[in-house]
């Protein structure tokens, strides 16, 4: 499997963004996919997943309520909707897949498959 994370830029903070992730594979469908940010001199941490089917969803407590996490598994794609951001938001985005078939998780290890990432930069 091969993820393309796309849609990062340099926005102003209450601004919004929507990132893309495109997955190769027909398998897609049965992963469930999460989004991953690492900040400048910050370990890299989970932000959101959703499961196979888009039945389930899972948020960090810091962006609850202000990003939301879906997916098209005709298009193959997992999207990240970013609203009201804040200057703390600015980090690379990666996307992930889990081919595990376990429930939803934030633990890195859980997911096999990383995009290479797309910069996000809030400005203040």
């Known amino acids: 499997v091969q993820l393309q994370a796309s849609g990062g830029g340099l926005v102003q903070a209450g601004g919004s963004l929507r990132l893309s992730c495109a997955a190769s594979?027909?398998?897609?469908?049965?992963?469930?996919m999460g989004w991953f940010r690492q900040a400048p001199g910050r370990e890299r941490e989970f932000v959101a997943a959703?499961?196979?089917?888009?039945?389930?969803?899972y948020y960090a407590d810091s962006v609850k309520g202000r990003f939301t996490i879906s997916r098209d598994n005709a298009k193959n794609t997992v999207y990240l909707r970013m609203n009201s951001l804040k200057p703390e938001d600015t980090a690379v985005y990666y996307c992930?897949?889990?081919?595990?078939?376990?429930?939803?998780?934030?633990?890195?290890?859980?997911?096999?498959?990383w995009g290479q990432g797309t910069q996000v930069t809030v400005s203040s």
């Open positions: 959703i499961s196979w089917n888009g039945g389930s969803t």
């Open positions: 992930a897949a889990d081919d595990s078939l376990r429930a939803l998780g934030e633990k890195e290890g859980l997911y096999r498959y």
């Open positions: 594979g027909r398998t897609f469908n049965m992963y469930n």
